[in-house]
Nanobody
Framework: QVLLVESGGGLVQPGGSLTLSCLAP????????MAWYRRPPGSREREFIA????????TYADSVTGRFTISRDNAKNTLLLQMNSLKPEDTAVYYC?????????WGRGTQVTVSP
C-alpha cells in the first residue's frame, strides 16, 4: 500500500522551474521529519535532496542549495519542493519520504526531466 503520493513532475527546459507536491496521511506527516530524495537515471541508490522538521527546520544537499526550497503545509499534510534554475543533472525520479519512529515510508516517485 502506497501511503505517500507525489505529483508535479514533468519535462522542463534548463533554467526552468517545477514544484513537486507530496500528500501524506496525517499519522505519517504530523510531527515527523519529511524529506525529498531522488534517483538519477542509471543509479540504484536514492540520493538525499532536502528535509524539513515538524517545526520547519530545513536541511539541503549541497547540489541543490540555493535552487530548491522545501516546505510543508501542516494543515493539508502536504510536502512541497520548489525547484528553480533546473539543470540537466537534476533529471531523476523524485521521491517523498516520511519517517515515523523507526518506520520509513516512500512514495512511488514522480519523474522530472530537464532537457532542451
Amino acid at each position: 500500500q502506497v501511503l505517500l503520493v507525489e505529483s508535479g513532475g514533468g519535462l522542463v527546459q534548463p533554467g526552468g522551474s517545477l514544484t513537486l507536491s507530496c500528500l501524506a496521511p496525517e499519522n505519517i506527516f504530523s510531527g515527523n521529519v519529511m524529506a525529498w530524495y531522488r534517483r538519477p537515471p542509471g543509479s540504484r541508490e536514492r540520493e538525499f535532496i532536502a528535509e524539513i522538521s515538524s517545526t520547519g527546520i530545513t536541511t539541503y544537499a549541497d547540489s541543490v542549495t540555493g535552487r530548491f526550497t522545501i516546505s510543508r503545509d501542516n494543515a493539508k499534510n502536504t510536502l512541497l519542493l520548489q525547484m528553480n534554475s533546473l539543470k540537466p543533472e537534476d533529471t531523476a525520479v523524485y521521491y517523498c519520504h516520511g519517517l515515523r519512529g523507526m518506520a520509513n515510508y516512500w512514495g512511488r516517485g514522480t519523474q522530472v526531466t530537464v532537457s532542451p
